[in-house]
């Protein structure tokens, strides 16, 4: 998770970076070559975020039992002991 993280964050990043200099740009040469920077942001971007294993990571994140017929009674164990206190 942490490292689907910091990739997405590296290319906000460079799509930032990318995008203030090509505003700030004052031949219109560098400007594009801002802007082709920053469509490979966006499609770095996207293709960060879309090949994600989510379900694999909210299998590592969270307990899920392995038999799925079993009913997992942990978190209402939890939630009784906190109403307790």
Known sequence: MEKLVSRAGAWVVVLFLAVMAMALA?????????GIVALAAVIGLVFTVGSADYAG????????????????????????????F
């Not at 994140?61 to 906190?82: E, F, N, Q, S």
């Open 57 to 84: 990571m909210a299998r590592g994140l969270l307990k899920m039992p392995t038999d799925l017929t079993r009913y997992d009674d942990d978190p209402v164990r939890w939630g009784v002991i906190a109403t307790v």
């Open 26 to 34: 004052v031949d219109s040469g560098f400007a594009v070559h801002m």
